[in-house]
């Protein structure tokens, strides 16, 4: 049996992305990890091909998909083994913001390019002393005649260099309650005052432009805010639950992309009496062990997925989800590794990257620390 | 049973302190790995202080000390910076295969320079698509007047293309039924029809980047042959043997330097409006990690003082690899977590020591192994 | 969203049952654990109120459910916090070898009695030097005229004191292949030759009567044969997978089980400041990762339920739930008695007889090692 | 640094061993579990034998030497039997408090029996609904003349139904906020309104069965108190702290036993056609556990050597006590698995290997009261 039912519909349009990602986004990976960026013109192709923001209304480009067919496309783009092109946060979890707070101007401003790839976007949450602390956000927005005064920095920002459009949290610095300062403002490229800081060098997520941004004195017009004034907590908080479940969405593809490029190269390879890998009991054991975890991951994950789309409460199995998986993305990673020896160490080893890309997943959208506190939380311990 | 570190011990541990804390510099070592260079002049100065050959003769420069003390540098300097500690213990890698077996014009010629740092070397044993397996050997070296002229490809040798001299396995015998019929060869880098490869991209440890050895012709004279003919094989675990206690003592510093950077971390940050280490959950990461420092630093330093002592045995050695590499990784990985994003970004370190603890696990034969090598000789023959 | 689906039907027989079980069963449980065995009148109790072979035909007596009713039963006598009534070996795992492979004149004659609860079952196919390897079987069973002999000694036989009725595995020494020499036999209780053995002492288990069985010339009648001649160990295998299936149902219960016993003991017991166990951090944290194990899995094993029910080939799944379940409950076991503190070491504890008794569960019905070995020859390695 | 066995330390271990060998009788042992009795004529001779006060001094008739020696009998026993070796290791519970703090008379008085194993000691520290933590402390001594009147309840005390002394901590200043104002008192048996509940039924470690005591006006002399009035808590630490080293070397003999017995079995045991030994998953096993036990053993010689040269901590003691009583139970968990059905079977032993382990892991305090313990000793002081 199936947990998901998915229509041929959504066979079909995972054939056609799957088909789109060989031809035009697996050939560049390598390149891309080496420039540490994507080209602007790469987001374009996608959204010309028609998966980007695969839920937006026709009214605005979209193609008014259901969830599955995100959850496709998360899928498929943990796939190409990179991370650079990360169409899921800017297609699931940024413009979603926009759809969901934003006023039928700010949509039919915004929509139609984040859909065509021609906007990409960013979510400047994160701060360099708050991390998964929201209450401890720092930046600030003042309200100054018919503008808005921005100032403060975020970092660890994906797509922080190539963004048109960042969605901004700041704080009303007259409100006392942490709570109800936060709002939620959009600022466009090429805003005076709004400085993107240096691409940051890290682990993995080569091609990835993680950056830092500046806003000294970055004046918007006050239509810019996004959602009611005060409310930017809230919303985050309700889109962060999302942004967890498809986290896990991406490592639980990437377990299963590692395992199986590791499978392969234990069929293909051999000891020196010609005894394929795949064939020595350990291993056998490890991939067994390995494909248990993943299996069992994926039905939970398919579960939580069938939940979500039926707009269940799934604040706890959420977060249990965002962690589990991603702590089975480092294991796995590790144990394939194993599997590969000596041969491992080099890059050339088709797990190396994963290794490397995998281990920022237990950190970003709320460390794992920070889900396990929310599901003692919800579940009232 | 004496737990006491000696005088000289204790002397050889401040000073290796003292060196690492003066010229490990964190930029630099950022801005070499990723171009996958050893800095040179520390390398020399590391020789001329006497560190790279700690456990060599005096009579060849070296520190006339033992594993224990070589144990003790590698700690400190790993423990301070995972990569540079690493690739500087790695100067004289596969020199022991010399120095405990070789001819003694050969020692007296590349012995002290090694040991300065003057000379690095590597060891070449690993061949194409047979992962660590060596019970088949397709590089030959066959006789010819009072030369040896070798034939063959090597894979996965680290710093082959920096190193200037080379221990490498070749089958001697040819109708001898591998293992038996290996012999060990130092190669030079000048080498007539010696070629190696571009450097591989590392995913760790990057200052020793792996590269492959084609060897064409190579004529090497005589006694360039390490110990005798057909002992190549034995030779070759007795240094696997040595080398992996060395990589456990690496790994209990990667261990400790990730594990310090993260002590520091969670003092300062304070999240939730209070310091990460009032958390009790940071506290017990916290207390699991320095719990498997010092389970794996023990048992290391047993696996040393046993080898200094002419007690070893293959699978203690293969134990402390396999229990410090992974305490190393385990402990990075809880660093890495701790620090947040922080601990992702390349400034904040960690995240090398991480990649560098994994590097170690696979190095010299993953855990599976190491686990074969254990399990015979705990297990020993089977009527 | 629910994975499997069950009716008002299924939910008030699981109602019916746990009334039942707290009123009949449960009272007597620690009772049982002191005898090392439960009376025969609880099983007539069991088949009284309609709780076993579920799935039988009602021309037998039985209530012809699907399998739910099974899984029902299973989940709920796990909830009993004993393994004496082992109603689901009885139940899914034994008769259904009549059921399927037995003559109209054998159902006639033993399926009544086993849905009554009259005749207790049991299967003796694991021997002293064999263990998990049937091909290594030594009990041999020779045709003797209109009789057959049977010769050999079994060990770990569950249900071995009750038994009624016990399902023999023996070989013809006659046939070189060991694959086409085992045949099934049924043993009545009484016949001549067939002794039951030592009860054997082990770490858990305490209320279950785990024997060892011998046939000495055991003489039965040729009609007793069950099934074909040489079929014995294709019928195994086909019956194994049930087996399997419900030993994972039975772990994963009894992982729900430990967890909630507690769950409820530190969030009702404090330090010395009243400060409920449940408050804190190391607790909570060590709650929410059982916790969301026991979820993962269950969600793993209700997919696997329901690829089951509906005759899927679930080889390989089955392995890995069998195995997977089983070492969940030793985690689980031994964090939760780490909850528990010193209090752990004593019986006292609510979760110390699990502790003891799950340490089986890997073991049996194929030791874990050996499901990995089936995972993966099935899986192609 | 050296890890040779003095002459004394050998023959101490070979002593031990020839003595567990000669009178540790498995029929017995899995009996009197049964029914939760140690066999006191086994007492009694390990008393004779001086094993059972190894590390106290010779004037109390001792053996005279430190913890490491009883870390190599406690080792030694434990892995001929991890049941009755950890009870003999427990007959002398608590009575370090009296060696280390007590007043002269009282530890000529009772010293000599119980090194000698004519009496037997334990202690209680912990009260009803706090678990294991002290910070509260009901039972109270109230100072009457040259008596002290102790009133209160304690719970699972190791072997209180047959222990003859018991150490019990109580408040002596009623008006200081605890762990102020405690004090430790020796309880005699017979002591008037002395109470002791019916042993609990064990999971594991059936010859120290844990029981409650109810202390109603108890009157003990003065000289009972051990250590200064109000110095109860300190001392109870500093017990904790020898004792948690005790147990890890329990632990490692547990290991090993269980070890010892998977590793016969395999080597005999054929499945499939061939011996189990020679599977390499279960050889990777017998790998994994030899290595967990080495690691463990090495910090808890550690430990052992540190507390015996006076620079022990409390979280090395709590580091060696997680180590060891983890490694206990992993290791006796596969040697359960490596048996198969016997495992699971009471006359395989590896069953009460397996339970005895997990109650080593849980009494004086489970992993997470170690490791807060730990925390607080590698964090420090927070600013």
Redesign the interface.
């Known amino acids: 049996m199936e947990i998901l039912h998915y229509t041929d519909a959504h066979r079909d349009f995972r054939e056609r992305l799957r088909t789109f990602l060989a031809e035009e986004i697996t050939p560049h990976v390598d390149q891309w990890e080496a420039d540490h960026i994507v080209p602007k013109t790469a987001w374009q192709k996608m959204g010309a091909a028609g998966f980007l923001c695969t839920w937006a209304a026709p009214e605005y480009g979209g193609m008014g998909g259901d969830f599955l067919y995100s959850v496709i496309c998360a899928e498929e783009m943990a796939r190409t083994n990179h991370t650079g092109l990360c169409s899921m946060l800017h297609s699931d979890i940024i413009v979603p913001y926009i759809d969901a707070f934003g006023t039928d101007a700010q949509k039919k401003k915004y929509l139609p390019g984040c859909i065509s790839g021609d906007m990409i976007t960013a979510v400047a949450m994160t701060e360099p002393d708050a991390g998964s602390d929201l209450a401890g956000m720092q930046a600030t927005a003042e309200k100054d005649g018919d503008e808005i005064i921005i100032n403060g920095s975020k970092t660890f920002i994906s797509n922080g260099i190539n963004a048109d459009l960042v969605i901004v949290a700041a704080k009303n610095p007259a409100e006392e309650n942490p709570y109800q300062a936060v709002s939620l403002y959009i600022v466009e490229d090429g805003t005076p005052g709004f400085k993107r800081g240096r691409h940051l060098d890290k682990m993995g997520f080569f091609s990835q432009d993680t950056a830092e941004l500046f806003f000294n004195d970055c004046r918007i017009p006050a239509e810019n805010i996004l959602g009611q004034e005060g409310m930017g907590f809230i919303m985050l908080m309700e889109k962060l639950q999302q942004e967890r479940l498809m986290c896990a969405i991406g490592a639980q593809a990437a377990a299963e992309l590692m395992l199986e490029l590791t499978i392969d190269y234990c069929k293909s390879h051999t000891d020196a009496a010609g005894k394929p890998i795949s064939k020595s009991q350990a291993a056998q054991f490890a991939i067994v062990e390995m494909m248990t975890d993943v299996k069992v991951g994926r039905a939970f994950l398919d579960k939580l997925i069938g939940s979500h789309a039926a707009g269940e409460n799934v604040v706890v199995e959420t977060s249990m989800a965002k962690y589990w998986t991603t702590d089975l993305d480092k294991k796995i990673a590790s144990r394939c590794l194993d599997l590969f020896g000596d041969f491992g160490i080099t890059e050339d080893c088709p797990v190396a990257r994963g290794f490397r890309d995998v281990r920022v997943m237990s950190i970003f959208a709320g460390t794992n620390e920070v889900m396990k506190g929310i599901a003692a939380k919800f579940m009232g311990l | ?6 005088k000289s ?1 204790k002397e050889i541990q401040k000073a290796a302190w003292e060196f690492a804390r003066g010229e490990f510099d964190k930029e630099i070592i ?1 801005e070499l790995s990723k171009i996958q260079k050893i800095p040179d002049k520390i390398t020399a100065k590391a020789g001329e202080l006497g560190f790279i050959g700690i456990h060599f003769p005096e009579t060849y420069n070296g520190g006339g000390m033992g594993l ?1 003390e070589y144990a003790l540098v590698a700690e400190t300097f790993c423990r301070k910076d995972s990569t540079l500690g690493t690739a500087l213990m790695f100067c004289a890698y596969g020199t022991e295969c010399l120095l405990r077996n070789g001819d003694n014009t050969l020692k007296d010629t590349f012995l002290p320079d090694i040991v300065d740092g003057q000379l690095t070397s590597t060891a070449a044993f ?1 061949e194409p ?8 050997m397709s590089t030959r070296a066959e006789k010819d007047g009072d030369h040896w002229i070798i034939t063959g490809k090597k894979v ?1 040798v680290p710093a082959a293309p920096t190193a200037d001299v080379c221990i490498v396995l070749c089958q001697t015998d040819a109708d001898a039924a591998p293992p038996a019929g290996m012999s060990l060869f130092l190669v030079e880098k000048g080498n007539k029809g010696l070629s190696i490869d571009h450097p ?6 990057r200052m020793l980047p ?1 590269a492959d050895i084609t060897l064409d012709h190579v004529s090497v004279p005589e006694n360039t042959l390490i110990g005798k003919a057909g002992s190549g094989y034995r030779l070759t675990q007795q240094f696997f043997m040595e080398n992996r206690i060395q990589i456990a003592a690496q790994a209990v510093g990667t261990a400790q330097g990730a594990f310090d950077r993260a ?1 520091d971390y969670v ?1 300062q940050r ?4 209070k ?1 990460l ?5 940071t ?2 990461k ?3 990690m ?2 498997k420092i ?3 630093r ?2 290391t ?2 696996a040393a ?2 080898f200094d ?1 002419k007690t070893i045995e293959p ?2 050695a293969a ?1 402390a690899k ?2 410090a590499t992974r305490a190393a ?1 385990e402990v990075s ?1 809880e660093a ?2 701790l620090l ?2 922080y ?5 904040y370190e960690v ?2 020591f ?2 560098d603890a ?2 170690a ?12 090598i ?2 015979d000789g ?2 020993g023959k ?1 009527k």
């Not at chain 2, 698509?129 to 088949?136: A, C, T």
């Not at chain 2, 591989?200 to 440890?205: D, H, I, P, V």
């Not at chain 2, 304070?270 to 409006?273: A, D, K, S």
């Not at chain 2, 601990?343 to 400034?347: A, F, H």
Request: net charge positive; charged share 20%; hydrophobic share 40%.
């Open positions: 049973m004496d737990f006491k570190l000696t011990q950022i224990v690993l698509g047979q992962g660590n397996d060596l019970s088949k996965l591989r991209q590392n995913m760790g440890g792996l002590l003092k304070e999240q939730f409006g310091k280490a009032r958390f009790q959950v506290r017990h916290l207390a699991d320095a719990s010092a389970a794996a023990y048992l330093y047993y003082w046993c002592h699978h203690l134990m396999m229990t990784l990985d890495v977590q947040g994003g601990g992702y970004m390349t400034e995240e090398h991480y990649r994994k590097t696990e696979l190095f010299q034969g993953p855990p599976a192994v190491q686990k074969d254990i399990a705990i297990i089977l």
